[in-house]
């Protein structure tokens, strides 16, 4: 475990981490059921905390172990036990969240402990993992040895919280200090301890690939509802054929806008900047998974299985919507160091579809043509980009490249 070759050519997902993101499918899912559940039953809050607590939990998970991967993917028998090793923490961690949520509706104790339970079965061979390879690539042990402390100190506060049974408010609040040790750990290892040899073609694929996962949520959680709808009484429906629509509109427009960056090239180009790109994707992440989540609810609002009306089934869709546009133009803003004014508009079209179907469903039209009238949001995007946006990224590239070779000439 010598490291990867950081520049090495067609460097492609392996099929082991492929296989690892299939119980990441599980976890999202169930997530997103959990939100659609409560939202459907009008405790947003309840499903907005627990919904966040699990993706963080999820996220991160995939997070560590895939920039592992990037950097020392050998693929041998040891890496593969401890990959499924990690896979089984991962269903673990997807069983314990329905008593998550539960626990944050009753407002007492929070009732994590399965997830946790997961967590220590997916971060004690992570661990392992990294104390391999400092083994074998000294070099870079600082760097390794920083991964593992932050690692084992994390594992150690999230199961004192457990036994703790502290107030559910005491107990978020020391979350807090826990996801900065979480997120310091990278932060420290590569910047401060020398580093590790990533591939950021490759990180850019393996995010993209969870992308289309989470994006995958709205189909699956669309289609297992809506079934309910129109193998019922009602059968097939003007309005469940347009709940259809717009969930298979939005998730290919949602696509389509986030493959409009060559993620890898940027990471290639600047690689001091995959913080702030790798980070915020969390946000992508959970968002994606919520849009599928408030398309869940729109199919309970159709079986009438819902507290919430029309207005709210929309803002179920459009919130987590919105959350995705703007997390999707941070990252771009983060990684150019620029802000292209073009932006502005598109971001301020996009915003003009998600209130106009807000407003639409206020004044009373058809719920399942106001998630038609959001599905229209990443299309201004969309649009965008295949008429002038590629053009202007193209020259800031150009420009970022050109800049990159004059600083090595001097």
């Known amino acids: 475990m010598s490291g990867r070759d950081p520049d090495e050519p067609?460097?492609?997902?392996?099929?082991?981490?492929?296989?690892?993101?299939?119980?990441?499918?599980?976890?999202?899912?169930?997530?997103?059921?959990?939100?659609?559940h409560y939202v459907a039953e009008d405790h947003v809050r309840t499903g907005v905390l627990g919904f966040a607590f699990a993706v963080?939990?999820?996220?991160?998970?995939?997070i560590s172990y895939s920039w592992f991967a990037s950097a020392y993917d050998e693929d041998d028998w040891v890496c593969r036990l401890a990959t499924m090793v990690q896979m089984v923490g991962v269903v673990i961690l997807a069983l314990g969240l329905p008593e998550v949520f539960a626990s944050i509706d009753h407002g007492e104790v929070l009732d994590n402990g399965v997830v946790v339970a997961g967590y220590i079965v997916m971060r004690v061979p992570m661990a392992f993992q990294w104390l391999r390879a400092s083994r074998h690539d000294p070099a870079r042990r600082p760097a390794h040895l920083t991964y593992v402390w932050t690692i084992l100190v994390a594992?150690?506060?999230?199961?004192a919280l457990v036994f703790l049974s502290l107030p559910i408010g005491t107990t978020f609040a020391l979350c807090l200090i826990l996801y900065a040790i979480e997120l310091a750990g990278p932060a420290i290892a590569e910047?401060?301890?020398?580093g590790t040899p990533w591939h950021p073609h490759h990180i850019a694929e393996r995010y993209s690939l969870l992308v289309i996962i989470t994006l995958g949520e709205g189909i699956i959680g669309t289609v297992a509802s809506l079934s309910a709808v129109v193998h019922g009484p009602a059968g097939w429906s003007v309005d469940a054929i347009l709940v259809t629509v717009a969930g298979v509109g939005l998730?290919?427009?949602l696509w389509w806008s986030?493959?409009?960056?060559?993620?890898?090239?940027?990471?290639?180009?600047?690689?001091?900047?995959?913080?702030?790109?790798?980070?915020?994707?969390?946000?992508?992440f959970g968002a994606l998974a919520a849009v599928g989540a408030g398309l869940h609810v729109a199919a309970y609002y159709l079986e009438r299985h819902t507290e919430i009306g029309p207005?709210?089934?929309?803002?179920?869709?459009?919130?987590?919507?919105?959350?995705?546009?703007v997390a999707l133009y941070a990252i771009w803003t983060a990684m150019m160091r620029t802000w292209d004014p073009f932006h502005t508009g598109l971001l301020l079209g996009t915003g003009a579809v998600l209130v106009l179907a807000v407003a639409l469903a206020q004044a009373g039209l058809d719920m399942a043509w106001c998630l038609v009238v959001l599905a229209l949001a990443p299309v201004v995007t969309v649009v965008g980009y295949e008429t002038v946006g590629h053009r202007h990224q193209e020259a800031l590239i150009?420009?970022?490249k050109a800049e990159r070779a004059e600083r090595a000439d001097s």
Do not use: C
Request: hydrophobic residues 55%; positive net charge.
């Open 10 to 36: 067609h460097r492609t997902a392996t099929p082991l981490e492929l296989l690892y993101d299939l119980v990441f499918v599980v976890a999202f899912g169930q997530a997103a059921n959990e939100l659609a």
């Open 56 to 62: 963080f939990a999820i996220s991160w998970a995939w």
């Open 155 to 159: 594992q150690v506060g999230w199961t």
């Open 191 to 194: 910047r401060r301890k020398g």
């Open 251 to 253: 998730t290919f427009g």
């Open 258 to 284: 986030y493959f409009t960056a060559p993620w890898g090239e940027l990471l290639a180009l600047h690689r001091e900047r995959s913080f702030f790109w790798g980070y915020l994707h969390m946000l992508v």
């Open 311 to 325: 207005v709210g089934t929309v803002l179920s869709v459009a919130v987590p919507l919105a959350v995705f546009v």
């Open 398 to 400: 150009a420009a970022m």
